[in-house]
């Protein structure tokens, strides 16, 4: 039989023809912004389709405003679609410029840059501003950082990371929110919310990206770069879900680890950057790898060529190559090939370009390139004073004997040590554009607050085994009341690349304190430092122990206002403070195992040390404030829950039962005592930062839905069974004041 086309059909398949074209996809879900996106893509060559995949480096990072002609000509030919490490309103006008007005099609750039804890104004690092568990603070440092960055010509940030990291040897730690899930999933809804805003188009937000995809922070032996080897259920319930709530929170991008997981390297696994991102997650950005990770791909053995590694990447879903330039003009062959489908990059393409259409650059490319804004609103003072403000929310303080702190005012103090008066290491690894001279040290803060009162020594570097300037640290601590000595790791110790073997004061730092310790004086140490260390050894040498971490631009400010007692400690630690490398990795959600080892007493044939407690020097959650708070009176709404209900209502009554007004971070955790699956022995599910009065008390309630019971059972799916649950609720981990449900079907 014959088919015959009719000029009826023949006008019916024009007129879909026609209406196909002019129907945009649905890039962005505005349609203006969509039909110009495809109209790019249709005029768009194969070339330069590829070259909005490629992002390429300035020399400013390093050089200041210089580009090299190379960098130059390959924007002017199309073959880059953004570039990071630009940074100025001008610097960026100029590159823009090239891109808008000297190529075919004038697609704008887009540029990115690190913006991890600040630009100019420089915050606490992240790991610190988790131990403020203050989402308000820590969403409103991140719009500040925003606004600044965008006044400079930044687009996008590399930021936020997200990895769980449970080995503070491994120097990113400083980077993250530390070990826990929920909280890594607050701070990254939080963050992401500060920098992305309600309207990316506005010109004080930025593209955020969620990193590192995934498992970076669970590296063997705590080694920077290397191997992880993670299980699929353990991914999906510790190491996954922050970056599942990155992308339920909106967040434009990913970045693509360094790490192999489980034997393929990140930026060629399409298990992790298709199946759960697009598939599972429907997330609709694009995928960014991380610095060369492509051309990586070579040293971890999974590529021949430097081809090869451009295949194996951008198949497995990762769409921008950041500074390996292995995609131009490889992907151009590969395409030709038959060996990359040409469709996989026009969807990558469409999502990039879809990315500079919610920034607003395709209306208007020159839009973050005022030269006023950009004085106007770097270092503000209302910037500076919310940098002082979160600071000396993060603060720990870990020990107070004798009351040590605070000072009095009119006390004599003597101030030593090698961080009293170190300007950048105070603002921290991955500092943005944060000059040192813009930081307002310790001891010119203490020197504004105590005048002549004050005595400064140095007493010895971070990391050298000089021990001559003891003499006179030790001569300015029989001088005075009262000796602060601030003490640490410099800011290179931590951040990629800076893995410690062992977490004790580094130096002679330990050997000072032992000299200071002599002199009978009062001592309180302040330790800057970018992770959990190992302090059992050092803890008698100081009464009083305060984590600064590494408190950015106004740390002094903010340690004056804690030290003097204007403003009472009220952090917790993020991370576990082991009490030797020996019990490293270690966390506060860990399994119990068959053979748990009773509480306060050592019992041979147990999971346990032969020569050390099981237990932390410091658990997750701890921090003491100038005050004292107790709770008591846990209820619960009811003592059963039916997977169909809507909640349970556990409520404490928590008292300041000091003589200061204070911040107190109350905690909420859940134990599943019976699953088809091994369970932690407790989770965090919820916490609440209040401020008392000296003796006032307040009822506190968290909601728990069956949904917050979830896990991945023994079949691989994710719901919950039916049993008996534990709740818990303190100031820190080892809560003890508790109650009990029953989980029903």
Not at 699 to 707: G, I, N, R
Request: glycine letters at 8%.
């Amino acid at each position: 039989m014959k088919s015959r086309i009719t000029p009826v059909c023949l006008l019916l398949l024009s007129v879909i023809a026609v209406f196909a074209q002019s129907t945009p996809e649905a890039w962005t879900g505005n349609a203006r912004w969509d039909v110009r996106i495809n109209d790019l893509l249709g005029k768009m060559t194969l070339e330069e389709k590829v070259g909005q995949l490629v992002q390429l480096s300035s020399q400013d990072f390093v050089t200041g405003p210089a580009t090299s002609s190379d960098v130059m000509a390959e924007i002017r030919a199309s073959h880059a679609g953004s570039m990071l490490n630009v940074t100025g309103a001008a610097y960026s006008r100029k590159l823009q410029t090239v891109a808008v007005k000297e190529t075919r099609l004038g697609v704008p750039m887009i540029f990115g840059y690190d913006v991890i804890h600040g630009f100019r104004t420089v915050f606490p690092i992240p790991l610190g501003q988790a131990a403020s568990f203050d989402m308000q603070a820590i969403e409103a440092s991140e719009r500040i950082s925003a606004n600044e960055a965008t006044s400079a010509g930044i687009h996008w940030t590399f930021s936020p990371m997200v990895d769980i990291a449970r080995d503070p040897r491994w120097g990113r730690m400083a980077e993250g929110s530390g070990e826990d899930t929920y909280l890594g999933i607050q701070i990254a809804k939080a963050r992401i919310h500060g920098f992305q805003g309600d309207d990316l188009s506005k010109n004080d937000t930025m593209l955020a990206c969620a990193k590192h995809f995934a498992a970076y922070g669970a590296a063997q032996a705590g080694r920077d770069y290397f191997t992880t080897e993670v299980s699929e259920r353990t991914m999906r319930e510790d190491y996954l879900p922050p970056f599942r709530a990155c992308v339920d929170a909106g967040v434009g991008s990913f970045m693509a680890a360094f790490n192999d997981l489980n034997g393929l390297p990140a930026s060629a696994n399409p298990w992790l950057l298709k199946t759960i991102l697009r598939q599972e997650w429907g997330f609709r950005g694009f995928v960014v790898s991380d610095w060369g990770s492509v051309n990586e791909l070579k040293y971890h053995g999974v590529a021949a060529t430097g081809k090869d590694a451009a295949r194996v990447a951008f198949n497995a879903g990762v769409e921008m190559d950041m500074e390996s330039k292995l995609y131009y003009p490889n992907l151009v062959t590969l395409v030709k090939e038959g060996l990359v489908s040409e469709e996989s990059i026009r969807v990558a393409v469409g999502r990039v370009l879809a990315a500079k259409a919610k920034l607003g650059l395709l209306d208007d490319p020159f839009r973050y390139t005022d030269e006023a804004r950009e004085k106007a609103t770097i270092l503000s003072p209302d910037n500076l004073e919310a940098a002082r403000d979160l600071a000396r929310r993060t603060f720990v303080l870990l020990q107070n004997l004798n009351g040590t702190l605070p000072v009095k005012k009119d006390a004599k103090i003597a101030l030593v040590g090698p961080l009293a008066d170190a300007a950048k290491d105070q603002i921290g690894c991955w500092h943005g554009r944060g000059d040192p001279k813009d930081s307002v040290t310790l001891r010119a803060a203490f020197a504004a607050t105590f005048g002549d009162r004050l005595v400064y020594a140095r007493g010895c570097d971070v990391r050298s085994d000089d021990t001559s300037g003891f003499a006179d640290a030790v001569a300015a601590a029989k001088k005075a009341d009262v000796v602060v000595a601030v003490v640490g790791e410099s800011e290179d110790m931590s951040g990629e690349g800076h893995s410690r073997a062992e977490l004790g004061l580094p130096g002679r730092q330990a050997q000072l304190l032992a000299e200071l310790r002599k002199t009978g004086k009062p001592i309180a140490a302040l330790v800057m430092c970018g992770r959990a260390l190992t302090l059992e050894s050092v803890l008698p040498l100081a009464d009083s122990w305060l984590v600064l971490w590494h408190p950015g631009t106004m740390a002094g400010p903010a340690v004056v206002d804690v030290v003097t007692g204007a403003y009472s400690p009220s952090g917790k630690l993020p991370v576990t403070f082991p009490r030797s490398v020996g019990q490293i990795p270690i966390f506060y959600n860990h399994k119990n195992t068959g053979r748990p080892q009773p509480a306060g007493e050592r019992v041979q044939y147990r999971s346990n040390y032969i020569d050390s407690p099981n237990s932390p020097l410091f658990p997750f959650g701890f921090g003491l404030s100038y005050s004292k708070f107790t709770y008591d009176n846990l209820r619960l709404s009811s003592k059963k829950l039916r997977e169909g209900d809507a909640e349970i209502k556990v409520t404490v009554t928590l008292k300041n039962a000091g003589n200061v007004d204070a911040d107190e971070v109350a905690q909420f955790y859940v134990r599943d005592l019976v699953g088809s699956v091994t369970r932690p022995v407790r989770e965090l599910k919820g916490f609440q930062k209040l401020h008392l009065k000296k003796g006032e008390k307040r009822d506190v309630t968290f909601t728990l839905t069956p949904a917050d019971l979830a896990f991945w059972r023994a079949d691989m799916t994710y719901g919950t069974e039916p049993g008996r649950f534990e709740v818990f609720v303190g100031g820190d981990s080892d809560a003890t004041l508790s109650g009990s449900f029953e989980l029903l079907k």
